[in-house]
């Protein structure tokens, strides 16, 4: 069973990785799914302030994630370019440091009627625009590198694969945690936050992939058996425009779900049955 634990892609044979969409492949998405379950369900059983310091110790926890594995691949040899944090998951990591160590404010209501406290958390606009971006950017993003996972020729009990979709969970909890709590309240009128953050993002990344012939952000080539090879199979050379159209697709998408349900729990605030 560990017999491939600790070798790294090049150094690990082929025909023995997990794959696509195998019983492996969805075992390992369904414990990731339980894991963030039971994470935000503790979560929210917190009070704001301890809800605070679990935001600061995820985040961190991430950073010293990458950095593990980063250490990991340099004691065997096989740190490169390639594992710089420039992917969209990794850029996650330095979002959700900023959000989680800039300050909050908190006010208690009490409702004499039953005495029941309920406490609202108070964020600048750029703290709440960082969350935002997280839970209709880089949650999504997360989210298809679980279905679609890019190191699916590992066998599942290796050190790298075993990383990966750990990691990519806690990745997932953090801006989940944010919304259940009330931290972010994402509204459509906010959509251009999410299209900044991607307009200033990805330039520079897609640069660096041309000097270097790495592929962040996956703008130089898609990966095998995922929506953007279809795009690739299907628009040839402008499968990159296709790629824009379906990430602004999936943001729009969120935002809509999202009203949607907003429309429908204040209809039955102000019109009960």
Known sequence: MFRYFWLEGEDVPTGVGFGLFTWQHF???????????CLCAVFLRKSARTQAKILKITAILLLVGNLARDLFLSIIGHMSLDYLPLHLCSFAIFVYLVHAFLPETYSTSIFCEDRQKRVYVYSSPFRSALAEIGLVLLMPGTVCALIFPDWSWY????????????WHAVLIAYPLMCLLSGRVQPRISHIWMPILYLAILVP???????????????????????PLQWLSDSLGPYWLIGYAIL???VILAIYLVIELIRHIVMTKIHHPR
């Open 247 to 249: 990430a602004f697709s």
């Open 27 to 37: 075992a390992a998405v369904l414990v990731c799914a339980v894991g963030v379950f």
């Open 155 to 166: 066998p599942m009990w290796n050190f790298m694969s075993l990383h990966s979709f750990l």
């Open 204 to 226: 520079p990344t897609y640069l660096f992939d041309v000097l270097t012939g790495c592929n962040y952000l996956f703008l130089l080539r898609p990966v095998p058996g995922t």
